[in-house]
């Protein structure tokens, strides 16, 4: 315990709170000794991005309680499975060498408010392969990590309101049923508007 803490930067007192709170799992016991492992390092290190970025030590239970039984991110923050984007499911390792030397705890914690990871038993799950795809391509082409998940955030904002036009739109002169049946003209509309935004910027540009 006293090791797991040093390595966690946090005191031995802090980490049996956490134990008490069931903010991290159990240690595999084996007689009376007691191990902790790699994992239990990284959600210590999680908790710690988690509290940095201003969550409180209840809604940190509550991720921790969805990780031990198995549950989504998406699903403890009530978000429907996608209709269109396929989810990724992962290893620790996998999800590593995607984003070699970028899997900070922070940027964990970020991806994980964004709702773009989720626990399935011992995987990492993705919520969608396009974006997994895009922010992986754009690491490699060197943009940091944190800066395309808070690029990411800024997206979503805009993508939210966009969608409430297009629904509201639908709505206005049709039933309920017809938003989805024309869901892919509203991501027609998106994809043609940012191309020739993407256009115009270009020309703009020195």
């Not at 709170?21 to 000794?33: A, M, Q, Y």
């Not at 492992?37 to 409180?56: F, K, V």
């Not at 429907?80 to 984003?99: K, M, N, Y």
Request: charged letters at 30%; glycine letters at 8%.
């Amino acid at each position: 315990m006293e090791e797991l803490a040093r390595l966690a930067g946090i005191t031995v007192r802090t980490l049996r709170f956490y134990r008490e709170r069931k903010l991290i799992p159990p240690p595999r016991r084996e007689g009376r000794i007691a191990w902790y492992d790699d994992h239990h390092l990284a959600r210590l290190r999680t908790i710690s991005a988690l509290l940095e970025r201003g969550h409180t030590l209840n809604g940190i239970a509550e991720l921790a309680e969805a990780f031990d039984h198995g549950r989504g991110v998406g699903d403890l923050l009530g978000m429907d499975t996608p209709t269109e984007e396929i989810p990724v499911h992962l290893t620790p390792g996998e999800l590593a060498d995607r984003f070699a030397g970028e899997v900070t705890p922070e940027n964990l914690a970020a991806a994980m408010e964004l709702g773009y990871l989720g626990i399935d038993g011992e995987e990492i799950v993705h919520i969608s392969r396009r974006l997994l795809d895009v922010s992986s391509a754009l690491v490699r082409e060197g943009i940091p990590l944190a800066e395309v998940l808070t690029a990411g955030r800024r997206v979503r904002e805009h993508a939210d309101a966009l969608a409430e036009l297009f629904t509201g739109l639908i709505l206005r002169h049709a039933p309920e049923e017809d938003v989805q049946r024309l869901r892919p003209l509203a991501r027609s509309v998106m994809e043609a508007e940012l191309s020739l935004a993407l256009d115009r910027r270009m020309r703009k540009a020195p």
